[in-house]
């Protein structure tokens, strides 16, 4: 492995002096005097006015808010627990029992039963409806859902799937009644949804009959502030009293001083591009690994996180993922073996202008991200420089994170970065499964494996983690070897309160934040 290093001109993230002259409107909310109101910036808001939690990403806004729940939990040490559900066993291959608690209540004041949450999973399957959510439902693979009596539930799956009651710990999993116009999401967590501005705003009140116990906070604003250095002014500002996602820079820097209220903790997300296989020049195995060979992933970290956010990634699952994790696997930064591989191949620079040609065209990778994490930016510019070196040329561009993946999916562009949490559930066969198994609806890359998708299916009906173990390894291996996700580095979370934040935890997922712990000092 050549440990050869570049030096580099990585173009700053905008200070808080460069930005100081900025117009940026907060949302406008109701401020209620002798109210306890926390107000959050987060990087990405609500998609609609009424976000259903069962539908699209809604469903992680709405559980870090506190309004829906499900009905197991993801604890911090990434382990199952008990939630809506007291307790939960496999009784068949395809058979799952769920005992309610019993001391729930929706947001309307009336009682959990199974029988509403048999009728909040048949959702999922209602075309039109707003918790419509083929992903989920391809993942929980559910035949029939039978209500024994009011706290007894029995899932029958259509095939055995080892990953089901994982599954259920997803925050898209939500259990919620039908809506009002007075309550137009009812959910049954320790916080009330008040009214959405989509991309804007998401905003809850206290829900005094909490199973879990009475709130602190009497009212949480959620921001959706999208660059992370707007996000820090305003904190700066007072304007909110805590920034989830801070500027890596900026965070660094108050480290060094000693200064701020400072949270951090490792993290499963992902930083990673997702690379069209289908057609366009990236059909060519040659080239994709040659791409991967030539990201200098210490640099990409060092400049991008500035030594407190992340950990270059050998494969798909982080080193604290030990139970899942290859180790095994490595993702080496070799630029020159990266050249010898593309002159072999006969992908030259014919002309000598620095640009290498395949098929007798000049290779220009179109390579899209999106705004809302502060290190996507800087990492695609780094990139953009690093493929420069082994005479790859390419095209930058942020833009709309679904805009990017609908242009991959036509091929239009040919690599798209993203930041994903790889677990959300704890189990490693949901990240996977969504993005490259054949034919499934966030492939796209077009990717293909057949050997990957008997894996998958493998992995999702044995119940012996030392066998889905091998599975999932071999998966990692696949993965690393044809490239359809080029793995950049795993995250670590930095967030920043105002010095009076109490009861704030980083899930390792990112699964929570708003619990009813969570509050302002006087």
């Known amino acids: 492995m050549s440990t050869h290093k570049i030096s580099l001109s990585i173009p700053a993230l905008l200070s808080a002096g460069a930005i100081a002259i900025a117009a940026f409107a907060m949302p406008a909310f109701q401020a209620y005097a002798d109210e306890n109101t926390m107000r959050i910036a987060v990087p990405f808001g609500p998609k609609s006015s009424v976000p259903d939690p069962r539908a699209r990403q809604n469903g992680w806004l709405s559980n870090r808010a506190g309004v829906s729940e499900t009905l197991i939990g993801l604890g911090y040490d990434m382990t199952m627990q008990p939630r809506l559900a007291e307790t939960y066993e496999n009784i068949s291959p395809t058979e799952w029992k769920l005992t309610l608690r019993k001391d729930v209540k929706f947001h309307d004041g009336s009682p959990m039963t199974a029988q509403d949450v048999k ?51 997803e925050p898209s999993a939500a259990v919620l009644r039908e809506g009002t116009d007075e309550l137009p999401l009812i959910g ?61 820079p900026d965070y660094a820097a108050l480290k060094e001083k000693g200064e701020g209220q400072l949270f951090s903790n490792p993290t499963t997300r992902l930083f990673f591009f997702q690379v069209r296989t289908a057609d366009g020049p990236l059909v060519d195995d040659t080239l994709r690994t040659a791409v991967s060979l030539g990201l200098d992933r210490e640099t990409i970290v060092a400049a991008s996180l500035n030594g407190v956010g992340g950990e270059v990634a050998n494969s798909l699952f982080p080193a604290t993922m030990a139970s899942w994790a290859n180790a095994d696997l490595s993702l080496d930064y070799d630029p020159e073996k990266a050249k010898a591989l593309l ?77 994903w949490g790889t677990a959300p559930q704890g189990d490693p066969d949901y990240f996977p ?31 012996d983690d030392e066998v889905r173990k091998e599975h999932y390894d071999r998966i990692q291996e696949i993965i690393n070897s044809e490239l359809p996700l080029i793995p950049v580095f795993h995250k670590t979370q930095v967030s920043v309160g105002n010095g009076k934040v109490e009861g704030y935890k980083i899930h390792p997922a990112e699964t929570y934040l708003v619990t009813p712990d969570l509050t302002l000092a006087e």
Not at 205 to 226: C, H, N, Q, T
Not at 386 to 399: R, V
Request: hydrophobic share 35%; charged share 25%.
């Open 119 to 169: 009728a909040s999973f048949e959702k999922l399957d209602i075309e039109g409806h707003p918790g419509h959510n083929p992903r989920l439902s391809r993942l929980l693979g559910i035949e029939s859902i039978t209500a024994e009596d009011d706290h007894t539930l029995v899932f029958k799956t259509k095939s055995p799937n080892s990953a089901f009651l994982w599954s259920l710990t």
């Open 188 to 248: 049954t967590g320790p916080f009330v949804f008040v009214m959405a501005e989509t991309d804007k705003t998401y905003q809850t009140r206290k829900f005094a009959d909490y199973w879990g116990g009475e709130p602190k906070l009497d009212r949480i604003v959620m921001d959706a502030l999208s660059d992370p250095a707007v996000a820090a002014l305003a904190l700066q500002a007072g304007d909110v009293d805590l920034v989830t996602n801070y500027p890596e």
């Open 343 to 419: 002159d072999e191949a006969g992908i030259i620079d014919t002309n000598g202008d620095g640009n290498r040609e395949l098929n007798g065209e000049e290779v220009s990778l179109k390579i899209r991200s999106y705004e809302g994490r502060a290190a996507l930016r800087p990492t695609l510019e780094i990139t953009q420089a690093l493929l420069q070196q082994i005479g790859i040329g390419s095209e930058i561009s942020m833009a709309e994170y679904d805009a990017n993946n609908e242009a991959l999916k036509a091929g239009e562009i040919h690599m798209h970065l993203q930041a």
């Open 433 to 463: 499964s969504t993005l490259v198994e054949s034919g499934v609806g966030y492939n796209f890359s077009g990717y293909s494996n057949e050997e990957l998708d008997e894996l998958l299916k493998k992995g999702r009906e044995n119940f």
